[in-house]
């Protein structure tokens, strides 16, 4: 039997004081979505109170909880993946459940954590309904590491700030390395500047006049460890 819009509501509320409680104000919350399964349906072995289907990040986890269940009941051509799963719960009287994997400081980290559970959630055989081609397949070590580099890239400003993160750009010609802050171009600037919008600003080798080559890099010169979470 379907389950009803007042059903539906309630489990929002319900959801949203869970998130509420086990985030406790932290700026950035990665989360999975649960199908609890029929009654008479065994959970595959997992640590979760069901079997998850859609693994999120978001700095706003009690909205995007309440997007995640009021918009299977108004699906478009356009609606996302995930929410059609969602609609295929309702229809089938199922009412997903939500546990919170992490919690992070910036929106980078947040980034991050929400592929490397994604990578996780895979390996562990689960087919997960998100959108995202980082979702699609399992990825080598390598490949996790370069999207992990790709995400990072794309961190705005004042995230890189916060995590002491610099760009540092490569001369073609064999010039010195140079480092840029991105606190000096966060200044008086959009707070959605990206790290690759100040690269590609400041990409000129002042000696040579040539585009230089440009990666991220950590002030204190540590390296991170890119360490799946045990199941």
Request: contains cysteine; charged residues 25%.
């Amino acid at each position: 039997m379907p389950v009803s819009p007042m059903d539906i509501e309630r489990r929002i509320k319900a959801l949203r004081g869970q998130a509420r409680q086990e985030v406790q104000g932290a700026p950035y919350a990665v989360y999975a979505l649960l199908d609890p399964g029929s009654p008479d349906e065994p959970f595959e072995p997992s640590p979760f109170n069901g079997t998850p289907f859609y693994v999120g990040q978001t700095c706003e986890i009690e909205t995007r909880i309440t997007c995640h269940l009021r918009s299977p009941q108004h699906l478009t051509a356009e609606s996302a993946l995930v929410h059609r799963h969602i609609a295929w719960l309702f229809a089938i009287g199922r009412l997903p459940r939500l546990a919170i994997l992490e919690t992070v400081q910036t929106r980078s980290q947040s980034l991050m954590a929400e592929l490397r559970w994604g990578q996780h959630m895979l390996r562990a055989g689960f087919e997960l309904a998100n959108n995202s081609p980082d979702f699609a397949r399992l990825m080598s070590a390598e490949e996790l590491e370069f999207w992990l580099d790709y995400r990072r890239s794309n961190m705005q400003a004042n995230d890189a700030v916060r995590e002491g993160v610099a760009i540092v750009h490569t001369c073609t010609c064999g010039h010195g390395d140079r480092w840029i802050d991105p606190a000096d171009h966060a200044i008086c600037r959009s707070k959605r500047l990206r790290l690759t919008r100040i690269a590609a600003e400041t990409q000129q080798c002042p000696r040579c006049g040539n585009a230089c080559e440009w990666r991220l890099d950590d002030w204190d010169l540590l390296t991170t460890q890119w360490s799946l979470p045990p199941m």
